[in-house]
Each structure stands twice: as structure tokens, then as C-alpha cells.
T-cell receptor
């Protein structure tokens, strides 16, 4: 596809379960970002991948959150032992390069609801 | 780290009027300032951006201005249309590019 693709678009899970959210960036984009958007709120940075460099995990809110990026392309955000406060829209973005201010393009997001 | 403030949080304008959204940032090293439009149920869409070596950029009905000295930048939408109704986010990015710092968003309503 031409844009950033995220799946699933919606996910309802029970408290305490683990979830995996997937992001397919634009082909050729080396930088990938995960953000979280709570209802009616702004975008909260979670994690950043750039090529083969070690990811910037400074935004992950707890050790229940982790992410990986395989082969420099697809990324998976994993939330373990989900809590109700994890309910939010999780957004992924990619850009050609994380350097020197290149445009970042977002996917449509995954709406996570923890019940 | 960088802190981006955005005003107003809500804005209503009559169709055809102009809309202005303002943002300030704290880190003078930030050098890239994108604006995103987010419609209900969708991801943010990049609509315009400006780099620190430019003071103004225009694309049809939208324009962005940057004042590096005062550390503020603004989005201007002229001849607003109902389809401009959305939430708009400003952002600032440092040279490392490792993340974008977003404002809290402005909900724009264009009244037909």
C-alpha cells in the first residue's frame, strides 16, 4: 500500500491479557514512531526506531510496554497484562529518515479498549 | 525536553472566514515544525510543514509562519470551508529527529 498500515483497527481485550499491535510502515522509510492518543488528548510519544540503531524507548510508560521492529520494516507494539488506563488509540508513523526534519506520515491507528 | 503549547483549544468560525492557530515551543534547537489535521476516527494527516531556515510557507488556502526569535509558529487557514472542520495539531522536532513534540490540539469547527 501507499501509506502506513496498522492492524487491527480496533481491539477489545480483557484486563490482564496481552495484546500485540502491528504497524507496516511506508516502503523504504527507515524511521518508525509509536504514539499513544488518549480520548480527546494530544499525542504521547512511546518509542522511536531508526534503521539498525538501538531504539529510543524513553516514552514507554512502564515495563509492560515493549516494541520491536523486524528487518527494519514491520513493527509490533506489545502491551502485557493490560490495564484499563491502557485504553487509547495507538498510532504509528514512519518517515524516510529521522534526521533533519523529514515528514512523518501516520497510520489510521489501533483503538484499544481494555474492559 | 521540548514543550509545545497550542492555542486555542477550540475555535469556531463562519464559512469563508479565516482561522489562526498558534503554537509556542521551548527548545531553540528545534528546527522542523509540521502541522497535522485529524478527522474523527482517522490518523493525523500532514498538511503543511516549515523548517527553521524559512519564515513563511504557503500552500493554497493554508500558510504557516515561524518566528524563531520568539519561538512561535502559526497556522493560517483562509476562506474556510466545512471540510476544514477537524482537530489540528502542531509539532516541533529537534535536529536528532527522534520524536515529534505535539501540542494539545485545536478543535476547529467551520459553521456553514
Amino acid at each position: 500500500g501507499a501509506g502506513v498500515s496498522q492492524s487491527p483497527s480496533n481491539k477489545v481485550t480483557e484486563k490482564g491479557k496481552d495484546v500485540e499491535l502491528r504497524c507496516d510502515p511506508i516502503s523504504g522509510h527507515t524511521a518508525l514512531y509509536w504514539y499513544r492518543q488518549s480520548l480527546g488528548q494530544g499525542l504521547e510519544f512511546l518509542i522511536y526506531f531508526q534503521g539498525n540503531s538501538a531504539p529510543d524507548k524513553s516514552g514507554l510508560p512502564s515495563d509492560r510496554f515493549s516494541a520491536e521492529r523486524t528487518g527494519g520494516s514491520v513493527s509490533t507494539l506489545t502491551i502485557q497484562r493490560t490495564q484499563q488506563e491502557d485504553s487509547a488509540v495507538y498510532l504509528c508513523a514512519s518517515s524516510w529518515s529521522g534526521q533533519l526534519g523529514t515528514e512523518a506520515f501516520f497510520g489510521q491507528g489501533t483503538r484499544l479498549t481494555v474492559v | 525536553g521540548e514543550n509545545v503549547e497550542q492555542h486555542p483549544s477550540t475555535l469556531s468560525v463562519q464559512e469563508g472566514d479565516s482561522a489562526v492557530i498558534k503554537c509556542t515551543y521551548s527548545d531553540s534547537a528545534s528546527n522542523y515544525f509540521p502541522w497535522y489535521k485529524q478527522e474523527l476516527g482517522k490518523g493525523p494527516q500532514l498538511i503543511i510543514d516549515i523548517r527553521s531556515n524559512v519564515g513563511e510557507k504557503k500552500d493554497q488556502r493554508i500558510a504557516v509562519t515561524l518566528n524563531k526569535t520568539a519561538k512561535h509558529f502559526s497556522l493560517h487557514i483562509t476562506e474556510t470551508q466545512p471540510e476544514d472542520s477537524a482537530v489540528y495539531f502542531c509539532a516541533a522536532s529537534p535536529p536528532t529527529g527522534n520524536q515529534f513534540y505535539f501540542g494539545t490540539g485545536t478543535s476547529l469547527t467551520v459553521i456553514p
